[in-house]
């Protein structure tokens, strides 16, 4: 009978132990893709700001200067929004596939930089 108590206490402390490991792969998964959100989608607001509409109009009248800190503290901006538009699972997901993390970084820049052009040009 003690035998039995023994391996059952002992396996619900292995399930315990798995379920621990599970969770914290899962949130070193969130946290590797909002690390990969962030860079990407600040990288694709570099690259991509010059033909957003918003900005084409808000920097207009700017000076050189002026629209190269734009543009840096907009990108900045759009790097940090980005992961908050995502879901857990989508962050999850960037954090493992390239591919998804590509279309998902799309999906955060168009999300997220209207909202940061507007605030940093305001």
Same mark, same amino acid.
Request: proline share 1%; hydrophobic share 45%.
């Given at each position: 009978?003690?035998k039995n108590k023994?391996?059952l206490?002992?396996?619900a402390?292995?399930a315990?132990?798995?379920?621990s490991?599970?969770?914290?792969?899962?949130?070193?998964?969130?946290?590797?893709?909002?690390?990969a959100i962030?860079?990407?989608?600040q990288?694709k607001?570099?690259?991509?700001?010059?033909?957003?509409?918003a900005?084409k109009?808000a920097s207009?009248?700017?000076?050189?200067?002026?629209?190269? #800190?734009?543009?840096?503290?907009?990108?900045?901006?759009?790097?940090?929004?980005?992961?908050t538009?995502?879901?857990p699972?989508e962050?999850?997901?960037?954090?493992?596939d390239?591919?998804?993390?590509?279309?998902?970084?799309?999906?955060a820049?168009?999300?997220t930089?209207?909202?940061c052009?507007? #605030?940093?040009?305001?």
């Open positions: 009978m003690h023994f391996f206490a002992l396996s402390v292995f315990l132990a798995a379920c490991t599970v969770q914290s792969s899962e949130q070193s998964n969130l946290k590797l893709g909002t690390s962030q860079f990407a989608a990288t607001c570099n690259h991509d700001i010059d033909d957003f509409a900005w109009i207009k009248l700017m000076t050189k200067s002026q629209k190269k #800190e734009k543009k840096t503290q907009i990108c900045k901006c759009v790097g940090k929004n980005a992961p538009v995502l879901s699972s962050l999850a997901l960037a954090a493992v390239s591919k998804a993390r590509t279309a998902l970084t799309g999906v820049v168009a999300k930089m209207n909202a052009v507007s #605030e940093v040009v305001k």
